[in-house]
């Protein structure tokens, strides 16, 4: 089915979009915001997506995308990059209106160092695997930076919406592996999964939507000094 990835990207975009205009949130007042912040960011991924296609560390399947291909992706991988932060920014939103009080504050130390000695088993077992030896680093790096460096003060209401984000990812992400639009090298993945999800796909998409929380928040306190 051609149009498999296209409509489980609208599907995706559906629900935060029709309720952006709900009148306690309003997340339409955040739409600047939010494609300030996802821009830079899915300039990154776009190009780290199309090196580990031409690296051969994922591909995607010809029967279930359109075949407009730009680089080694195709189009809905592009929209991927957009409509994915909206949503899950959408959920950041919900999350901080309904839960006022930042109640993992006191844990986002415990949480992070948590992500970074997990991250590190899972480097030194498998030190040769692509995937993880470029993903983890990189991830660690930026939990280190928000922790030490940036001191970053949304850690515990990023990591609250992200768990709340898990369902809907493993939706999502559930329908792309497992029909499956994207296929992945066994050679160069741990071998670990979530369903047909492979591991890594849960801290690819922790990365990507720290970075553009990051930028979100930025760019909305940079409008308030």
Not at 45 to 58: E, P, R
Not at 75 to 86: A, H, I, K, N, R
């Amino acid at each position: 089915m051609k149009f498999a990835y296209l409509l489980i990207m609208l599907f995706t975009l559906s629900y935060p979009l029709y309720k952006s205009f709900e009148n306690n949130i309003h997340f339409v007042n955040q739409w600047k915001y939010v494609f300030k912040a996802t821009l830079p960011v899915a300039f990154f991924f776009i190009l780290w997506d199309n090196w580990f296609t031409k690296l051969n560390i994922w591909s995607f399947n010809d029967s279930f995308v359109l075949g407009w291909f730009i680089g080694y992706l195709p189009l809905e991988e592009y929209l991927f990059f957009f409509f994915v932060p909206f949503s899950c920014l959408f959920i950041y939103e919900v999350v901080n209106y309904y839960v006022k009080k930042d109640i993992l504050k006191k844990y986002v130390p415990a949480i992070s160092w948590s992500l970074i000695l997990l991250l590190s088993v899972f480097l030194y077992f498998c030190p040769h695997k692509l995937y993880p030896l470029i993903l983890f680093p990189l991830l660690i790096l930026v939990l280190l930076l928000h922790l030490y460096i940036f001191k970053s003060s949304f850690l515990g209401k990023f990591y609250l919406s992200f768990a709340v984000c898990i369902a809907p990812f493993l939706l999502v992400n559930g329908l792309l592996t497992g029909l499956p639009i994207i296929r992945y090298n066994p050679t160069e993945i741990m071998g670990l999964y979530i369903l047909t999800i492979p591991l890594e796909d849960l801290f690819y998409g922790l990365l990507m939507l720290l970075l553009i929380t990051s930028f979100y928040e930025y760019f909305r306190s940079a409008k308030k000094s």
